[in-house]
């Protein structure tokens, strides 16, 4: 396994950038990544003031969020950052405990068979 996914880590950077670019929320960006939303289009979804019908991202985003799981935003916010150091902590926890287990399991006394 080793190193995670470059892709996974693109992914977390594009969002990273869709935050600053489109000035969201860290709720805004979870709200956005529950929805399954590209971090990479949602300029197009974006109102730039020439299309007034359009509502500003953040109301769109929370407007979708509301309609999909009847919340007004999600239990925990957590920023891309934090949830990005959060798996990471759980996945070297899981190798640490594999680790624990192979070798307990290398060390313990064969089993006679009778």
Same mark, same amino acid.
């Given at each position: 396994m080793g190193e995670p996914q470059p892709d996974a880590e693109q992914d977390l950077q594009d969002w990273i950038e869709a935050r600053?670019? @489109? %000035? &969201?929320? %860290?709720? @805004?960006?979870? !709200?956005?990544?529950? &929805?399954? !939303?590209?971090?990479?289009r949602l300029g197009k979804l974006d109102n730039h003031d020439q299309e007034p019908w359009?509502?500003?991202l953040p109301q769109l985003i929370e407007h979708l969020y509301f309609k999909r799981f009847r919340r007004e935003r999600p239990e925990v916010v957590m920023s891309v950052e934090e949830r990005a150091r959060a798996k990471e902590a759980k996945r070297s926890a899981r190798k640490e405990a594999r680790r624990r287990a192979r070798a307990e399991r290398s060390s313990a006394p064969p089993e006679e068979a009778s």
């Open positions: 600053k670019r @489109h %000035h &969201l929320s %860290h709720a @805004h960006v979870q !709200m956005a990544r529950e &929805l399954g !939303m590209n971090p990479r359009k509502a500003p």
